[in-house]
Nanobody
């Protein structure tokens, strides 16, 4: 059974940090393009960050450049999103995405930034 399972979400104060994890199973993670999307209330789903399966090249939404970092650990079959200097505007459900010849989505993990 192919699965992407996100974890690490929660409630943090503005300026705080959080690291999200996406654990993949049932397929060869290292060959997949991986990404984090988010869905905020009243907004459409948007691409936050991505990392390629070949070369590990990364890309980020302009709004998170310099604050968020995507990485992957092939030994653990996991992709991460390190989020620093969090703002209330970053509140959203964050979803893991994987693509090679098929698309897979995780169920999402809630990130809430509030004082």
């Amino acid at each position: 059974q192919v699965q992407l399972v996100e974890s690490g979400g929660g409630l943090v104060q503005p300026g705080g940090s959080l690291r999200l994890s996406c654990a993949a199973s049932g397929f060869t993670y290292s060959n997949y393009f991986m990404a984090w999307y988010r869905q905020a209330p009243g907004k459409e789903r948007e691409l936050v960050a991505s990392i390629t399966g070949v070369g590990g090249r990364t890309n980020y939404a302009d709004s998170v450049k310099g604050r968020f970092t995507i990485s992957r650990d092939n030994a653990k079959n996991t992709v991460y999103l390190q989020m620093n200097s969090l703002e209330p505007e970053n509140t959203a459900v964050y979803l893991c995405y994987a693509y090679n010849t098929r698309v897979y989505w995780g169920q999402g993990t809630q990130v809430t930034v509030s004082s």
